[in-house]
T-cell receptor
Framework: KAGVTQTPRYLIKTRGQQVTLSCSPI?????VSWYQQTPGQGLQFLFE???????NKGNFPGRFSGRQFSNSRSEMNVSTLELGDSALYLC??????????????FGEGSRLTVL | GQQLNQSPQSMFIQEGEDVSMNCTSSSIFNTWLWYKQDPGEGPVLLIA?????ELTSNGRLTAQFGITRKDSFLNISASIPSDVGIYFCAGQLIQGAQKLVFGQGTRLTINP
């Protein structure tokens, strides 16, 4: 079974630009969430999607947004990039609706560098 | 917001030694998860704990969900070189929700 797939793995942007990151969850997983990982702040929750609806949102500015498609794939977008947005962005999926649904499975991440 | 205090921040041990790390919180969590992250990779789930007092093993790894629901520990027995990495605890306030609160991580280094 394929794991969580994130693209691109690496990207470099300049301040003021915007970026879109993509995530394909594990087949059958309908819940997708995004996390930002930085050396200073660690892993922080960005938002969670289920059935194309945002269910929960972390404490990030409105420049961070996301969406989920009918096939459960998700994208996140960061507009007007700042230097502090440089981070590893991780997507996680989980099986919702039965069993041990607390288990999140992470992708390898998209490493964003803002210059 | 909620915070998890994970300790120690780093460990330097000899191969074959046992390892212990723990997480504490001021908040009650319904689920505790332990992850391992290798450089350039995403976190990999090691153990999930769902009930207070639960003790769960996964090979040489053993983790427990504290009785107060505010803490958890992870033990690794007979460490081997591939155990090197960063270990994270994560708490889940609502079982099944995807919002996790993570500890700051324990970096494990093993001297062969």
């Amino acid at each position: 079974k394929a794991g969580v797939t994130q693209t691109p793995r690496y990207l470099i942007k300049t301040r003021g630009q915007q970026v879109t990151l993509s995530c394909s969850p594990i087949s059958g997983h309908r819940s997708v969430s995004w996390y930002q990982q930085t050396p200073g702040q660690g892993l922080q929750f960005l938002f969670e999607y289920f059935s194309e609806t945002q269910r929960n949102k972390g404490n990030f500015p409105g420049r961070f947004s996301g969406r989920q498609f009918s096939n459960s794939r998700s994208e996140m977008n960061v507009s007007t990039l700042e230097l502090g947005d440089s981070a590893l962005y991780l997507c996680a999926s989980s099986l919702v609706g039965g069993g041990n649904t607390g288990e999140l499975f992470f992708g390898e991440g998209s490493r964003l560098t803002v210059l | 917001g909620q915070q998890l205090n994970q300790s120690p921040q780093s460990m330097f041990i000899q191969e074959g030694e046992d390892v212990s790390m723990n997480c504490t919180s001021s908040s009650i969590f319904n689920t505790w998860l332990w992850y391992k992250q290798d450089p350039g990779e995403g976190p990999v789930l090691l153990i999930a704990l769902y009930k207070a007092g639960e003790l769960t093993s996964n090979g040489r790894l053993t983790a427990q969900f504290g009785i107060t629901r505010k803490d958890s520990f992870l033990n690794i027995s007979a460490s081997i070189p591939s155990d090197v990495g960063i270990y994270f605890c994560a708490g889940q306030l609502i079982q099944g929700a995807q919002k996790l609160v993570f500890g700051q991580g324990t970096r494990l280094t093993i001297n062969p």
